[in-house]
């Protein structure tokens, strides 16, 4: 017989204690970038939903942006390396196929004498973050915690070959340090998960830091994963937590909702789809009297072309959308698909712009999805006052102070990270001049391969 655990055998209020966000110091705008692929004006501004998209430059990797978010947290929050016992990076943005990010992170611990620390880099598209923060979660909950601290970096940089996929790439990196007393606490037992096999997104070409894809069909496999996990998550969350467990959960019920952000207006569908869900559990509510013609289509094939049908939740959910979600997404608005650190950078962005009077006591939902796929529906709740969280992250104020590049220039560094991405014995060139203090940067790749960066 397989016995159970009690809830009062884990630490108390696991979630997340601190968070910091990096993205590159320059970007392009997105309005400029239309009239510079000679598409229609809007094509991107608002068929995206993107204004402004992040820029590196040959100075910049996956090793130095996770560098520069890392060793940020430790500092603004004047933590010990000492106090820190896991550590995990999500990413896809793989420069060896052998050597992990999370060793070259080890550097930063040297100095404390600290080389006990567990985990290591997790990848599967955009989902690795949101994997290793379970992990993180997991080990704390688990017989193996020591008692210290988890750190969790999501850091990618989305870049695309010429065509209409480039305007949705970005780069970033979240920074999530994980225990117990936390002020923002991830839902015990809710968490629902869907994975499949699928060719909507993959990298194949090791030689470039380019993806295949699918655009549509990915964006359709987003809303059927979006579909499922809230589906199972409405399930688990109202028999954990509802008085009535057979009356599910609805947006209504949910006072904020996070999503992985490819494009700002894929977000804007998928929060339709949740309502469009809600309908189907209950489609003789007179508040669906509007939107009730479409509840003929249920899960079918056809549900997830018909525009009709997308146009009208969007509508529905309009107000809902522009309270619930729309704070969510100025960081994804302003510095594209950052991919694994997507979905956190949209928490970040919601932590950082709500007062304490608007957030306390408030339930998040969250959805993540990884291409090929990985895909789960989460919720946290904000039980205490987070001014700390806010007073660091200060996302707005820090990506108002970026340099801007002309969508020539956009180009020509695109075209230089392609032509140097394999070489070795290698100094880049990239002016560090524009990079903001505390940035890490890429000094050389020596005659083996072996990096070295330095710090702005």
Known sequence: MVGSISN??????VGILALE??????????????QFDGVSAGKYTIGLGQTKMAVCDDREDINSISLTVVQNLVEKHSISYKDIGFLEVGTESIIDKSKSVKTVLMSLFEESGNHDVEGIDTKNACYGGTASVFHAV??????????????????????YAEGPARPTGGAGAVAILIGPNAPVVLDQGVRSTHMNHLWDFYKPELASEYPTVDGHFSNTCYVRSVDACYSLFTKKFSKRYSPNPEQLIKVQDIDYAVFHAPNCKLVQKAFGRLAYNDMLQDPENEIYASVKEYAKFGHSEESYYDKALERAMMQFTKSEYQKKVLPSIYASTNVGNMYTASVWACLSSL????????????????????SGSAASFFSLKVIAPIQKLRDTLQIQSRLEQRVKVTPEVFAGLLKLREETALLKDYNPVGDISTLVKGTYYLQRIDEKFRRTYGRA
């Open 8 to 13: 009062t055998t884990f630490p108390a209020n």
């Open 21 to 34: 966000f990096y993205s590159p110091s320059k970007f392009v705008d997105q309005a400029e970038l239309e």
């Open 138 to 159: 997991n080990w704390i909950e688990s017989s193996s915690w020591d008692g210290r601290l988890a750190l969790i970096v999501a850091a990618d940089i989305a870049s």
């Open 351 to 370: 932590l950082s712009s709500t007062p304490d009077e608007d957030i306390v006591n408030k339930r998040i939902g969250v959805f993540s999805y990884g």
